[in-house]
């Protein structure tokens, strides 16, 4: 137990410490919208190519795994359709329940995955990243494209949405790399080693500055529902369908802590271009990540 807290507090000590210069403007308000652009476009993707390029990727379960959770977030959508055919709300409301209750939060993942299971549960967490990232851009596409009349919604969107994405580009690079059996040049891979260094902080400080406390004020039953669909439903769906699979150890552990992560804040920037609650977005993002420590340490306790 004591591992696991010394795994938790300094990953959400680096999030409060991003809100706390938020607070007191340090070291601008515009400075950590451009960090978290190079956290982004640079540092992330060069943490991935690193990792997933000099990376031991053969694992027996693989498919099994990555279907695990591909098979959970989908059918968690459909259980908040049918929710939502039961309890409606507002179409650009539902579509933030969707993105609070499927995405998740790379920086928040890829951190405690290292710093818990060590280099091959970053490893790990990057495999589920390559595939789910576009898989969850497609679905929340498509949930706007239903739910909310938006010129802006086509086929070229959505390609656009995934490639260029800088994670879905940087792990097909890194596994690229890796299963071509090519040698970054030395100075190449140290440069990425460094790089890679500084993205999982500069991540979490930006997830801290981006809470939004005062909107913590309305709309508690969407709210309520987002949090139950991704800390309840989600886990729960993982941690069958990985039992189903066969799969056990770390891989299960990764899984079901994928299940309980914060939405990603990422959700607000859909939300704002495609027509959604932009307010209610804002107090998913920020609940989740405030309660999800709690889930996280639950979790851990009993997978760990």
Known sequence: MIHIFSALIPVFSLILIGYFFKRIK???HEFWPQADKLTYYVLMPSLLIYKLSSASLDSDNSLEFVGSALLTIFLTMIILIVINKIKPTSPSAFTSIVQGSIRFNTYVFLALAGSIFGNEGLILSAIILT?????????????????????????????????????????IIGGGINFLGIHLPLVLNNTL?????AALPMGLLSVGF?????????????????IIGKHIIFPVLIFIFGKIFGIDGMMLSILVLFGVLPTAPSSFILARQLGGDVGLMSSIITVQTLISMLCILFVLHYFV
Request: some cysteine.
């Open 193 to 197: 080693e460094i790089l890679s260094h």
């Open 210 to 226: 981006g809470l939004v406390i005062r909107e913590i004020k309305s709309s508690k039953s969407e709210v309520i529902i987002a």
């Open 131 to 171: 595939f789910a990232i576009p898989f969850i851009n497609i679905l929340c596409i498509t949930i706007f494209a239903l739910y909310v009349s938006n010129d802006k919604l086509d086929f070229i969107y959505l390609l656009k949405s995934i490639f260029k994405n800088p994670l879905i580009v940087a792990c």
């Open 26 to 28: 340090f070291p601008s």
